[in-house]
């Protein structure tokens, strides 16, 4: 009963191949998001989903596609792939209350190895 | 632009002492801070908060201070445990669900 969850946890694979990495969360949460882990681990958020609509997206190369298909999904997809783009990802989510902190929730992580 | 800075990467302390981490920021229009701890293989889970407003909020063993004229804020656990070993990232938020990490410090508690 894993509050939120990604798959696959290791993805390897060849530089130009397009991959996906996909997470849910069971909590009832409002709000989604991605991060990346760069290797001077340094987290910073690409996407934010609200009930399966876009309302953060950083500057991030269109190759990242982010999808939400219902609330308790919001997908990555990433086209193209490049050496750059390992990393750790990490999806999470929280409620949208609109006021005080956001304490977000995070999934285990994707170590995503470009070769 | 790095807006939240952890400018120790590592800090061991003994079993039973006081552990301090600290971070920095540059924008003054953060409204929350937070800390979150990471043990490896796993996700940041979120351990305390503070208003902007507050200057000390405290959880168990377990207090962050903030200091906004200096722009810096604290995490403080007394006494430490060898549980408490782990990566622990500051961040900051502006507005409804934008946070901004630190780059972490990772905590060692020596039994």
């Known amino acids: 009963d894993t509050a939120v969850s990604q798959t696959p946890k290791y993805l390897v694979t060849q530089m130009g191949n397009d991959k996906s990495i996909k997470c849910e969360q069971n909590?009832?949460?409002?709000?989604m998001y991605w991060y990346k882990q760069d290797s001077k681990k340094f987290l910073k958020i690409m996407f934010s989903?609200?009930?399966?609509?876009?309302?953060i997206n950083e500057t991030v190369p269109n190759r990242f596609s982010p999808k939400s298909p219902d609330k308790a999904h919001l997908n990555l997809h990433i086209n193209s792939l490049e050496l750059g783009d390992s990393a750790v990802y990490f999806c999470?989510?929280?409620?949208?209350?609109?006021?005080?902190?956001?304490?977000?929730?995070f999934g285990p992580g994707t170590r995503l190895t470009v070769l | 632009d790095q807006q939240v800075k952890q400018n120790s990467p590592s800090l061991s302390v003994q079993e039973g002492r006081i552990s301090i981490l600290n971070c920095d920021y540059t924008?003054?229009?953060?409204?929350?801070f937070l800390w979150y701890k990471k043990y490896p293989a796993e996700g940041p889970t979120f351990l305390i908060s503070?208003?902007?407003?507050?200057d000390k909020n405290e959880d168990g063993r377990f207090t962050v201070f903030l200091n906004k004229s200096a722009k810096h804020l604290s995490l403080h656990i007394v006494p430490s445990q060898p549980g408490d070993s782990a990566v622990y990232f500051c961040?900051?938020?502006?507005?409804?669900?934008?946070?901004?990490f630190g780059t972490g410090t990772r905590l060692t508690v020596i039994p």
């Open positions: 999470a989510s929280s409620l949208n209350r609109g006021q005080g902190a956001d304490e977000q929730f």
């Open positions: 909590l009832g949460h409002d709000t």
């Open positions: 989903y609200n009930n399966k609509e876009l309302i």
């Open positions: 924008n003054s229009m953060f409204d929350y």
């Open positions: 503070i208003s902007s407003i507050k």
């Open positions: 961040a900051a938020q502006a507005g409804a669900n934008n946070l901004f």
